[in-house]
């Protein structure tokens, strides 16, 4: 560290947008590092799409602003920022660490950041609390139908049918709930629902059967969940193997009347097979907070189903995910600039 950084404190580069913004990001370094020069931008997302730009993805805001920012910073500090193999190269030379508020730096170029030897932080299971819970919730509302006859009172209807038995649905204690994937996500999912008293399945080749015991979750073949769960929720990881996992064999194996859950990934799910599957009446209904492709095409008939229950990937916004999100980005970033000082 030069003698005018030990003076004014180090130069961070906040980037921002309207989910995590750079004053939030600046307040968390300031808290943690006293002394420490912020410079903020916003970009306009989420109103404005993603940037796309050779060597990151899902990424918002003009590279070329934040090259010219991380000229003589110490650090940057994102959520969604496009930090590319030029703005890197602009920051060569000082920039000792960035740092990315989100479970994995895809808007990061890190092959570039590697060969300068700029460590890149990012948060895993950053938003584990708000997905798990959005899952459990989606999972009451849409078994007992809220969701649709919520709708058609909004459009003036009271509708008293929803006591018939036959349009009842059930509470979680009397479900069996599979889980594909015991990821962070799924673990917490697994722990939520004992609560509920439910029965939990899962699926993952890489889980640890003793943590799954001590979670009270069963672990099980894919197709002996599929074949005994009243809802089915993905927490899988995108791979080449698990693209379409829940295709038409699978949705057949599915018990009938069984609900799906997706706030994964988009592309785990075969649509047109669910759709079938819903048409058909195999299926009680879907709750999807992501989609192939994203957003859904103009005229996806899809999300108009009434037996869905669509968000537009809204599962792990919260304010708990924007502000602890920054306080720890804030702490890594300030421990790697203590240790490099």
Known sequence: MTEQHRQNGPRVVCAGDGFISAALLAR???????????ELTDSGWPTEPFTGVD???EASGDPRVLAELVRGADALVT??????????????????????TRGGPVNVDTA?????????????????????????????????GLPSAA????????????FRYER???????????????????????????????????????????EARRAGVRLVSLPEL????????????????????????ALATMRSGA????????????????????????????????????????????TARPEVWATPHLAGASTQVAEESAGRIAREVVRVLRSRS
């Open 55 to 57: 060597g990151v993805r």
């Open 259 to 302: 609900l799906l859950v997706n706030t994964a990934r988009g592309e785990l799910v075969d649509h047109r097979a669910l759709e079938r599957a819903l048409e058909s009446g195999h299926l009680r209904g879907a709750v999807l907070d992501v989609f192939d492709p994203e957003p859904p095409a103009p005229g996806d008939t899809l």
């Open 112 to 144: 570039a950041a590697e060969r300068a030897g700029i460590p890149v932080l990012n948060l895993p299971g950053r938003n584990l609390g708000a997905v798990a819970e959005y899952c459990v919730g989606s999972m009451i509302t849409a078994l007992r």
């Open 151 to 162: 709708a058609r009172l909004s459009a003036g209807s009271w509708d008293a049918e929803g």
């Open 79 to 100: 959520h969604l920022g496009p930090v590319t193999a030029d703005v890197i190269e602009a920051g060569d030379g000082t920039l000792r660490a960035i740092g990315v």
């Open 28 to 38: 968390a370094l300031e808290h943690e590092l006293p002394g420490v020069r912020t």
């Open 226 to 249: 599929l074949a005994e769960s009243d809802v089915v929720s993905l927490h899988a990881r995108l791979t080449d193997q698990t693209r379409h996992v829940i295709g038409a064999e």
């Open 168 to 210: 009842t649905g059930p509470e979680l204690r009397a479900c069996t709930v599979g889980l594909v994937g015991m990821g962070a996500v799924g673990r917490r999912v697994a722990e939520i629902l004992g609560a509920f008293r439910s029965t939990v399945l899962a699926h993952d080749p890489y889980a640890d059967p003793d």
